[in-house]
């Protein structure tokens, strides 16, 4: 158990209560500096865990991290997964119709265009948008490994209705979206026909509804991240309930569920041609 670790779950379960700093300052009882440096990995007594946890509504051993963490919000999930990409060397996944972290520049254009207009929270907006940039830029530095399995089914319905479907627009935006969508699908032959080391893609064909989930290998552990966010929803989504652990019970099921689903998986040369097929009959002609 680190320090670091301790601050960095302070902080993503500050964002999850919906709470300001100065806020849980003022109930704790101390300076929203010293609350700051909580966060960065100062040393903090163990009677203040307590009552942050019970400001937070955790479990001490939570925010101590033991045991299972639980995200019902975009914002507070994306900065934990941030976090933990940032010490992880392999990334393997199971994903929404992307990855994000390799989507293009006119992806994050465009669903910023989209999040700003849908948004009244322009603060929370702001958060948003910023922990997505840093997760980028974390991993355009330190490029970690990365194998991502993409749903047939979940492609489909991409093309057709376009980046951030849930989220309302006009109808000009929506028809740019589902452009974007085609063109991210493009980027991902792209990928795959290129073969850059440390990037891999392969597609789930016969698949229903297989869970989105991340297993993030670090040097001292591996932590497993089960999502119902997609990274196209809107940060002030409630669409379920997120939660991060490496209990080695849980990783381990989760990582023989996604050998064998690799495994089954169509790559390579097959994977671009049923990408191509699959904008042939759903991308915006």
């Known amino acids: 158990m680190r320090l670091s670790e301790i601050g960095q779950q302070l902080r993503a379960f500050r964002l999850e209560s919906g709470m300001r700093a100065d806020e849980i300052a003022a109930r704790l009882g101390v300076s929203r500096a010293a609350l700051y440096r909580y966060e960065k990995g100062e040393v903090i007594k163990l009677d203040t865990v307590q009552r942050l946890a019970e400001l937070l509504r955790v479990s001490p051993l939570t925010l101590l991290g033991i045991g299972v963490e639980y995200y019902s919000r975009p914002l507070s999930f994306f900065e934990r997964a941030r976090q933990v990409e940032e010490e992880a060397d392999q990334i393997l996944q199971i994903a ?46 330190r490029r970690p490994t990365m194998i991502t399995m993409l749903n047939e089914l979940t492609i489909e319905r991409f093309l057709t209705r376009g980046v951030a479907e849930s989220i309302p627009m006009s109808d000009d935006l929506r028809n740019e979206s589902r452009i974007i969508a085609a063109q991210e699908i493009e980027n991902i032959i792209g990928m795959i026909e290129a073969e850059p080391i440390g990037l891999q893609f392969s597609l789930l064909s016969d698949v229903d509804n297989p869970t989105n989930c991340m297993l993030m290998r670090g040097r001292e552990r591996m932590m497993l991240a089960i999502n119902p966010f997609r990274c196209d929803t809107s940060p002030s ?49």
């Open 96 to 141: 929404d119709p992307v990855a994000y972290l390799v989507t293009s520049q006119e992806y994050d254009r465009l669903l910023s265009r989209v999040i700003t207009d849908h948004t009244d929270d322009l603060q929370l907006v702001e958060q948003h948008l910023a922990i997505l940039t840093a997760r980028k830029e974390s991993y355009r530095v």
């Open 237 to 285: 989504a409630a669409t379920g309930v997120s939660l991060i652990t490496s209990a080695p019970e849980a990783v381990n099921a989760h990582q023989r569920v996604i050998e064998v689903l690799w495994r089954e998986s169509i790559k390579g040369r097959d994977a671009v041609e049923r990408l191509r097929e699959l904008l042939a009959q759903h991308a915006i002609q």
